[in-house]
């Protein structure tokens, strides 16, 4: 069952093998904290899911993939407690897609700013749109993209993190994104897109899930120590967020 309309929504369907998740919420798509501890609980049972092979990882609408992590929910953390808690949600569902025993290919049809890269890095495949330009604006309002940053690094690499991360105002667009690593396939349109995923996820899932699961091994050699790395990034994270400056910057972004 979706939550209501304050905690957006999240459906899974299964179908020949490949299980479709759709996360959607009116702030843009963006996430509340127990709409990300849903998505974390749902990869890891689909990843216990022998009916599963692939599964497909979308949001909601036409416009914005994901704006990444709640901006009110950000707003409100008033100690270090609060602010670990609110930033190990994106790292909580990363590491689920890391562990994840099945390939994630990535729908991505609009903008993704923040923890929204984050969640598309994190995808072992991504088809996007011409309309899919990324940003990282933590660095702009007193935060850095420190728990999605292992993610995005292993896509575009340190120069590529360095590059979006240090530009906190500068939209990246989609072929930029695509020739750094992050894309995989860019489209002019959503319609073009969802016939080239059809046709894509339907032959992925015939072959061998035995196969597909010893290449996901192979394709998150060296993040085994995540777990452990990402918990230490939201304490980090949670630091800064309480800091006078973080707080200026987010009364002024408030007005």
Not at 132 to 148: D, F, Q, R, T, W
Not at 149 to 160: H, L, Q, T, W
Not at 169 to 190: H, P, Q
Request: charged letters at 25%; aromatic letters at 8%; proline letters at 3%.
């Amino acid at each position: 069952m979706p939550t209501d309309r304050k905690n957006g929504s999240l459906y899974t369907q299964i179908e020949n093998r490949i299980a479709t998740i759709e996360f959607g919420h009116p702030a843009s798509n963006s996430f509340v904290s127990e709409l990300l501890e849903r998505l974390a609980n749902e990869f890891d049972q689909l990843s216990k899911n022998k009916e599963v092979s692939v599964i497909v990882l979308k949001s909601k609408g036409e416009r914005a993939f994901c704006a990444g992590a709640s901006f009110d929910e950000l707003v409100a953390i008033s100690n270090l407690e609060e602010g670990k808690a609110f930033f190990s949600g994106f790292a909580n569902v990363i590491n689920a897609m890391r562990t994840c025993s099945k390939p994630i290919i990535g729908r991505v049809q609009g903008k993704a700013v923040g923890g929204g890269v984050g969640l598309a890095s994190a995808c072992d495949y991504v088809f996007a749109t011409e309309a899919a330009s990324i940003k990282l604006s933590e660095i702009s309002i007193g935060i850095a993209p420190l728990v999605i940053a292992p993610a995005v690094e292993r896509k575009i690499g340190k120069a590529g993190l360095a590059e979006l991360a240090l530009a906190p105002t500068e939209w990246k667009n989609a072929y930029w994104t695509k020739e750094k690593g992050l894309f995989s396939k860019v489209f002019d349109s959503i319609a073009e897109m969802d016939k080239e995923l059809d046709f894509h996820t339907q032959k992925l899932a015939t072959y061998n899930p035995e196969a597909l699961a010893e290449m996901k091994r192979v394709l998150w050699e060296g993040a085994e120590h995540w777990d452990k790395l990402l918990v230490e990034r939201a304490e980090a994270s949670g630091r800064l967020a309480l800091s006078p400056n973080t707080k200026n910057a987010l009364e002024k972004f408030k007005k």
